[in-house]
């Protein structure tokens, strides 16, 4: 697959990643170098084979995941906010939104 | 006191034969002798470190009798959260974080009398293979100054080889315990997926994601393993399997042991010294009664492109919590709340961790899904099989860890795919989901330390640690001095 600068810039625009110019032209032709090597997966004949997301760990598994829904002590706020860049009392602060 | 073994240090402390206080004084010593050369810590604080080893003390004056590390130093990757300790990842983007709480690892480990020594140095979010992609320092290889300690976790395993700390966490997402313990001689342990509790690990791909462990000897890496292993319920994928006495059953014998030796892992591609320690590897293990078998893992030619669609895909989303609201490097002055997203994460990530944040958010957007990710995870499906057949017949596989020993600084960080093909013998376990160890093996012509890996079906870390004790205590190594 082809890759551009300006397809790079799409991608950019969904990680919310921000390129500076003179470095474009150089991530593009290693985002290019990458996906060539990584379509050697096309050579694979995977039809009729189920997707692996996860590795399989015990069969009783899943009954780990839940558990019951009780009330417990979580972070106090002064701790949650120790490492906000930018604060209210009680609150994060971000720049205007709309 | 011989820093280099935990078991020893415990039994002291234990018996009050030396306090834990003098040990960790001894382990900030070493470190201020050698570390301004390695550069494996980011951050060392003295006297948080003896202050933790006074309550050891403390703890073992009171009777707390027992405790299965008292005194040891333990030196911490710097994605493993630390609470009240400055936690990185290597990033610029966490220069100044400092977490509120333990990683459950770390709780243990303090818990069982161990001493956090420093924070060490890594790939950025442990996204290399060299730990050069840091936003701090570059760490060296205390066998060749001029050469790369591995990675991502080449601080943990430079801390280790170079007796700043007997044991050490590192993080493993396709090598990162493995490749930097075989360029350091040192034993480093990837577990079986859901073996260590990852809550408090910096999540890069979380289907990929373990907790590693490195040691001078299977004996400490045994104890460590006893330790920290074992379901947690901040983890809910860490399984809930018993955690067997792994020291009591390295004394198990290992005649008779089948070895499955797979071709694939012995082609093109693989320095031919590397090749040459190996296969007298492979001779010591036929002296000590074991049985080689060869096998076959057809698919490991698409394992490493498997991995660079899969971890990115999955690191892509992880590293979307980086948005410098709730922590982290904000830029000065954003005009508005997307500026500021954009350019903080521009500013604040580094290339290595930017290339894989794009490719996997291309593998997994609108009209690429299927062709990419989709595909990726089903060749998984088939690397998995291979390994499902191959230990149909055989206990663990012996394979290289690294294609080559160290490499020169600087030698791949401009090309990327370089990289990758580092990690070619190593992500296969983290695909599948087994544990993987990485056992000294011998020293190239050069002097550069080589590791064997021997890796076992899921929660088989016993067998892998029994064959680790045996050929380590059969067959010690003569090991160069290090240029430190």
Do not use: W
Request: aromatic share 8%.
């Amino acid at each position: 697959m082809p890759i551009d600068r300006s397809e790079v810039l799409r991608i950019a625009e969904l990680a919310k990643l921000h390129f500076d110019e003179q470095d474009l032209d150089v991530f593009t032709a290693q985002f290019q170098r990458i996906l060539d090597y990584i379509e050697q997966l096309k050579q694979v004949n995977v039809e009729g084979v189920e997707p692996t997301s996860h590795v399989s760990l015990t069969p009783d598994f899943e009954k780990h995941l839940f558990r019951e829904d009780e009330v417990k002590a979580s972070l106090p706020v002064e701790e949650s906010l120790a490492n906000a860049p930018d604060r209210g009392n009680d609150h994060f602060r971000v720049p205007k939104v709309l | 006191m011989n820093l280099k073994s935990a078991f020893e240090i415990r039994e002291a402390v234990g018996a009050g034969k030396i306090s834990a206080r003098e040990i960790a004084a001894a382990a900030l010593k070493r470190i201020e002798a050698v570390d301004t050369t390695l550069r494996a810590f980011i951050t060392v604080e003295p006297d948080r470190v003896l202050a933790r080893a006074a309550e050891v003390d403390a703890r073992i004056t009171s009777g707390d009798s027992g405790l299965p590390l008292a005194g040891v130093p333990v030196a911490i990757k710097d994605n493993i959260s630390t609470r009240g300790l400055r936690t990185t990842c290597g990033s610029r983007i966490l220069g100044k974080y400092v977490p509120p709480y333990n990683a459950t690892a770390v709780e243990r480990l303090e818990r069982a009398g161990a001493i956090v020594i420093g924070k060490a140095n890594c790939d950025e979010f442990a996204m290399g293979s060299s730990t050069e992609t840091s936003a701090f320092q570059v760490t060296r290889n205390p066998y060749d100054l001029g050469r790369v300690p591995g990675g991502s976790s080449g601080g943990s395993a430079v801390a280790v080889a170079a007796g700043m700390a007997p044991l050490a966490l590192g993080s493993e997402t396709g090598g990162s315990v493995r490749q930097p313990a075989s360029f350091c001689n040192v034993i480093g342990l990837k577990p079986t997926y859901g073996r260590i509790s990852r809550y408090g690990l910096v999540a890069f791909a979380s289907s990929l994601d373990n907790i590693g462990t490195i040691s001078n000897s299977p004996r400490d890496m045994a104890l460590i393993l006893s330790v920290i292993a074992g379901h947690d319920e901040h983890d809910s994928t860490s399984a809930p399997v018993p955690v067997p006495d792994y020291v009591d059953e390295l004394r198990k014998p290992v005649q008779g042991m089948r070895l499955g030796i797979p071709k694939e892992y012995f082609g093109e591609g693989l320095d031919p010294a590397v090749k040459t320690i190996i296969e007298s590897g492979l001779r010591k293990a036929v002296a000590l009664g074991c049985e080689l078998i060869p096998v076959s893992l057809p698919h490991t030619e698409y394992a490493v492109a498997d991995y660079y669609i899969i971890a990115p895909a999955e690191a892509s989303s992880n590293l979307a919590r980086y948005d410098a609201v709730k922590y982290g490097y904000r830029i000065e002055r954003p005009e508005d709340l997307s500026d500021m997203y954009k350019r903080s994460r521009g500013a604040g990530f580094g290339a290595e961790v930017k290339r894989r944040i794009m490719i996997g958010t291309y593998a997994l957007s609108a009209g690429y899904y299927d062709a990419y990710y989709g595909r990726a995870m089903k060749v998984r499906t088939l690397i998995k099989r291979d390994f499902e057949m191959a230990f149909e017949r055989a206990d663990a596989l012996l394979t290289p860890v690294s294609p080559s020993p160290a490499f020169k600084l600087g030698e791949k960080i401009a090309d990327p795919i370089a990289m990758y093909l580092s990690d070619i013998y190593t992500v296969t376990a983290n695909l599948v989901g087994i544990p993987a160890l990485s056992l000294p093996c011998g020293f190239t012509p050069e002097g550069l330390p080589v590791g064997l890996q021997v890796s076992a079906n899921q929660f088989q870390e016993v067998t892998i640690l029994r064959f680790a004790q045996a050929f380590s205590e059969a067959y010690p190594l003569q090991i160069p001095p290090l240029k430190v």
